[in-house]
Nanobody, 126 residues
Framework: QVQLVESGGGLVQAGGSLRLSCAASGRTSSGFPMGWFRQAPGKEREFVAAITWSGGVTYYTDSVKGRFTISRDNAKNTVYLHMNTLKPEDTAVYYC???????????????????WGQGTQVTVSS
């Protein structure tokens, strides 16, 4: 089992920045590809960003490219989502997820992930 705990959400003005963290515990010795997803009120959960176990490859949805950066520190079992130039449309609950699959085919589909955190709220005011 893997436990994931997100932190770092909050209220920020448009144009501001936040850094989300996702701390993993439990069966983390082998490392996992990790992803961030978000869900806005009344909308389906959507992919935001993902990173391979080594951190060598990253993936982003088009709407956050150039503004968000995913990174990881495997020594700390933590994945980060650095969010810059935030927009009101970024308002959502953000979830981190871990995949035990090998290989992970797309990194962008929620069904490819086996463990999920409880989510952290990000609210961007205009």
């Amino acid at each position: 089992q893997v436990q994931l705990v997100e932190s770092g959400g909050g209220l920020v003005q448009a144009g501001g920045s936040l850094r989300l963290s996702c701390a993993a515990s439990g069966r983390t010795s082998s490392g996992f590809p990790m992803g961030w997803f978000r869900q806005a009120p009344g909308k389906e959960r959507e992919f935001v960003a993902a990173i391979t176990w080594s951190g060598g490859v990253t993936y982003y949805t088009d709407s956050v490219k150039g503004r968000f950066t995913i990174s990881r520190d495997n020594a700390k079992n933590t994945v980060y989502l650095h969010m810059n130039t935030l927009k009101p449309e970024d308002t959502a609950v953000y979830y981190c997820a871990a995949s035990t699959r090998n290989p992970v085919l797309t990194h962008r589909r929620d069904y490819e992930y086996d463990y999920w955190g409880q989510g952290t709220q990000v609210t961007v005011s205009s």
